[in-house]
Structures are given as structure tokens and as C-alpha cells.
């Protein structure tokens, strides 16, 4: 293992001599320089990993050369050295993005826990977070085989995407499959947990646990006296929510965040739907039929969540003054921000963005995305850098700005889908790759969740003898016509429909 080599520029060096030698007992190698333009100078000429600068020199003064450091070697560990306990001093250098700073009169262990804080940090976090995984998979496990229960399966998931986001920290590819495993492991357990519950889940007794058609009745509804905004993010994950939470948090304080459950299919044209109105599938097509496209009609079918809305609301009694935003490109999201920060006087504001759901689906189109998004991990990082960089964002800091509540949340999530199985059906069968609504399809039935009495899961039907089939874990239906083209092209991709830990479970957060 090399050498670490560390450049001490002070002009008090001599007194440091101790110091110097101390370091270089444990294995550092330091140059010095007794002020600044001679440590500028071999710093042009030299590699050195780390700069000890010293805050107070005659001359060029430390804030003035960690400027100049910065110009020539930008990358490279700054720890500031001071007599001076001043905030100011602090904050300029802080600032200007020192690594670390000492106060004077130094002490020799404070010295290597800096260098360690600089050097060690990654690799120590790393082995604390594998320790504790490590110390979590056999709980987990046993989690996974004994869970019996909807609330059993949500802590199962909110703990395999913590993990799933602290192992992103670190560089042990090992554990990362390790976590891969358990996931689908977990995934296989609660596609025979939802094979047998979901029925009771949706028809018998929803009040339970909190659905679709339920979400906003329960966690929306008793706070509409607040002048709010809700944003409704198409197709985010839990994990994602995880990554760009960071992101709120200077700005917001997340008051509650909770999961909820997607209702099958797990895709905007039911879950969506079902949220803004208040009411299932089947309910919506028999109340509002003016507003409802079955899966073989031609037309959009989420074209219509502004007028369910409304009518959720005059249906408990809710009189506000509202607007509703649906941003599905960059220009229109810069657009409502303008029109928020001009309306300061509404009491709620309602915003549909899609960006999510477009990454997932360009995934599917675009070599780019592929590449950006061949992971979870990969994902969860695109989503955050969108996030921070997106109208969305200014949309959220102008709420804040206005005072406003913000409820954050989505419709359903996503899978990386790898398996393929293969259908068949006729023509009229819905083009999907997690679920399929048809009237004759042919199916592995160890694949699928299959509803051959729609009624029975609250869904629609536009005909006689037509069955719904849900897809397991991360499995993907492709017929078998060009069937290993289309394994190819949509192998690795992410999709939403079917019955997955990531489609199912998603986040309703709470934010002031």
C-alpha cells in the first residue's frame, strides 16, 4: 500500500516538527513549506494527497491560497488549521470547501482521526454497513417465511429499500447480490401471500388497509382545511422516495410517511384513477362510464382525473378553491411553477408529473437510458439527479415558500423485469407485459395471478367470459411470435401491472 503524502504549509513549520515526526512514525510521508507561494509552487510540481493549510500566514493568507488550491489541484483534501475559533473564519472556509479543520494547539490524535474522516470514511461506512446487514439478513429472512399479514409485508419491504439504499454507499458488489437475492426472495413469498389475500383485500373488507380508492379519503381528506399542495408522481417507487428525500430536506420537514397498497393492475389507467376518484374500476365505469376506457378502446385513458377529482371532493362535502396541474414535459413543468407562485391564494393545488414513468418507459426505447438505468441502484440515482435538477423540485420549494402542506405520493411503482413467460391471446388483448386482460388466454398458471371473474378484484370488463392475469416477482409476458427478439429487447427493462414488493407497496408522505 503506497504512502500517503501530505504537504504542511505553515510558517510556524518548525514548531510542528513533533508532528511531523508523529506522522511519519505511522507511515505519512509530509513535505512542508513555510507560506503560501512556496506551497503553490510545489503543488504545481508535486502529487501530495492531502494539504494541512494553516489559516494565518504573513503574506498570502490561508483562505486566499485554499483559493488558488482549489483552481489547481480542484479535487484535492483541504484541511484548514487555525488558532482562531471565529464562526466567520469557520463559515468562509467551510465555504470555500475545506475537507476537515484543526484548532491550534494541535493534538496528534485529532490529527489522524482527520485523516482517517478524509481516507477511511468510504471504507469504514462500508464495513459498518455490511456488518449490520450481515447482522439483518437472518432476521429478514425469518421475516419473509413467517410474514402472514399486509402490515408483516410492508415492514419486510421498507426494510430490504433501506438497505438497498445505504448499500449504495459502498462498493461491495458482494452484498449488493446478496440483497438482490433476499429481494427476490421476498418477492416470491408475497406473490403467494397476494395470491391468496388480495380478494378479501379489495372486496370484503378494504377499510383494513389503505388502497388506491381509499388513499386520499384516509390520509388527504381530514387535512383539506390546510392550504396544501399534492403532488402525485407517476410511477415512483419507495426506494426512489428514499433517494430524492435528502434532496427535501433542508426545505421540508417530513411530518409522516407511510405505505400504501396499489390495486392490481398495478398501472396508471386503474390505480390512477381509482385514487382521484375515490372508488374502484368497476365502480368508476358504472358511475362515471362518460370517463372510463376499457384496455381494448382506443383513446387515453387517464384523461379524466380532473373531473374524478372534483367529484371525490363535492362527494364528502369539500368546497375549496383548487387548481389541477398534469406536467408531462420540462416547458409546461416551468410553467406551473410560474402559475403557483401567482396563486398563493388557492387552497390547493393539485400537480400530476410523469417524468418517472417516462424514464421507465424510455428505458424500454432508448440504448441511453439503458445504460444510465441497468440497475436499481442506477435508477434510483438517475431519478434523484432528475429530481434536483427538474420544475418539479421548484414546484415543491415554492409550496414551502407559500407555507403550504405537501403531500407527496404516486400510483403505483415499477419492476426490473427478467424473466419471460409466455401468452397467448387474441387480438383484443391487452398489450401490457405484467398483466393482460383477454378472453382466451393461454398462460403458465405457476407465472401469473390469474381473476377469471373481474367483479370479484372491483375491475371492469368489457366482455363476457374475460380474464385478467397478473405476472409473479420480475417475470414479463411475451408472445410467442418473435418471442426471442421481444425476450431481448424488453429483458432488463422496467415495467408496473403485475404483483411485485416494488409495484404494490408505495409511499404516501406528509411533508410542512
Not at 107 to 125: A, T
Not at 229 to 235: E, F, Q, R
Not at 458 to 469: F, M, N, R, V
Request: glycine share 4%.
Amino acid at each position: 500500500m503506497k504512502k500517503l503524502k501530505i504537504l504542511w504549509i505553515d510558517d510556524e513549520i518548525i514548531m510542528l516538527k513533533p508532528h511531523i515526526i508523529f506522522l511519519t512514525n505511522k507511515g505519512y510521508e509530509v513535505d512542508t513549506a513555510g507560506y503560501a507561494a512556496e506551497g503553490l509552487e510545489k503543488l504545481s510540481t508535486h502529487h501530495y494527497d492531502v494539504v494541512f493549510l494553516d489559516e494565518q500566514m504573513p503574506g498570502v493568507q490561508g483562505l486566499e491560497a485554499l483559493m488558488e488550491i482549489r483552481r489547481i489541484k480542484p479535487g484535492l483534501p483541504v484541511v484548514m488549521i487555525t488558532k482562531s475559533e471565529e464562526e466567520n473564519i469557520m463559515e468562509e472556509a467551510i465555504g470555500k470547501e475545506i475537507d476537515d479543520y484543526l484548532i491550534k494547539p494541535l493534538n496528534p490524535n485529532e490529527i489522524i482521526l482527520s485523516l482517517k474522516k478524509i481516507f477511511q470514511k468510504k471504507q469504514l461506512v462500508s464495513e459498518q454497513a455490511t456488518r449490520n446487514y450481515q447482522r439483518e439478513f437472518g432476521k429478514i429472512s425469518m421475516d419473509i417465511a413467517m410474514t402472514n399479514d399486509w402490515e408483516g409485508w410492508k415492514r419486510i419491504y421498507r426494510n430490504l429499500s433501506y438497505w438497498s439504499v445505504k448499500l449504495d454507499e459502498i462498493e461491495d458488489e458482494q452484498m449488493r447480490e446478496i440483497l438482490n437475492g433476499q429481494l427476490q426472495e421476498a418477492n416470491a413469498g408475497f406473490f403467494r401471500f397476494v395470491k391468496n389475500n388480495y380478494e378479501s383485500l379489495i372486496t370484503r373488507n378494504p377499510e383494513e388497509q389503505v388502497v388506491s380508492h381509499t388513499v386520499l379519503k384516509e390520509f388527504f381528506l381530514p387535512r383539506t382545511q390546510e392550504k396544501s399542495l399534492l403532488v402525485v408522481i407517476d410511477n415512483l417507487r419507495y426506494d426512489q422516495w428514499l433517494a430524492i428525500r435528502p434532496l427535501l430536506d433542508n426545505i421540508l420537514h417530513v411530518e409522516n410517511e407511510q405505505l400504501y397498497i396499489s390495486i392490481l393492475p398495478t398501472a396508471t389507467q386503474y390505480a390512477r384513477n381509482a385514487m382521484f376518484s375515490g372508488l374502484t374500476p368497476l365502480a368508476i365505469k358504472q358511475r362515471f362510464p362518460q370517463w372510463w376506457k376499457d384496455d381494448p378502446e382506443e383513446g387515453g385513458k387517464n384523461l379524466h382525473e380532473q373531473q374524478l377529482f372534483d367529484a371525490f371532493l363535492k362527494r364528502y362535502g369539500i368546497d375549496i378553491d383548487w387548481s389541477f396541474y398534469k406536467v408531462l414535459n420540462y416547458s409546461y413543468g416551468e410553467y406551473t411553477t410560474k402559475k403557483i407562485r401567482e396563486s398563493a391564494h388557492k387552497d390547493l393545488i393539485v400537480v400530476v408529473y410523469n417524468f418517472v414513468d417516462m424514464i421507465s418507459h424510455a428505458k424500454t426505447e432508448m440504448e441511453l437510458i439503458k445504460e444510465l438505468a441497468s440497475t436499481d441502484s442506477a435508477y434510483r440515482k438517475l431519478t434523484a439527479t432528475w429530481f434536483e435538477n427538474s420544475p418539479l423540485f421548484h414546484i415543491i420549494e415554492t409550496a414551502a415558500r407559500q407555507k403550504r402542506t405537501v403531500f407527496l405520493t404516486t400510483d403505483h411503482g415499477s419492476v426490473n423485469v427478467k424473466h419471460p413467460t409466455r401468452v397467448i391471446g387474441d387480438k383484443d388483448t391487452s398489450m401490457n407485459l405484467r398483466y393482460k386482460l383477454g378472453r382466451s388466454l393461454t398462460y403458465n398458471e405457476r407465472d401469473v395471478l390469474a381473476c377469471k371473474q373481474p367483479e370479484h378484484f372491483q375491475l371492469p370488463s368489457p366482455y363476457a367470459g374475460g380474464t385478467y392475469i397478473f405476472a409473479k416477482e420480475d417475470y414479463y409476458f411475451v408472445y410467442p411470435n418473435n418471442y426471442n427478439q421481444y425476450v431481448q429487447y424488453f429483458r432488463n427493462t422496467y415495467q408496473h401491472g403485475g404483483i411485485s414488493l416494488q409495484e404494490m407497496f408505495v409511499p404516501f408522505v406528509v411533508m410542512h
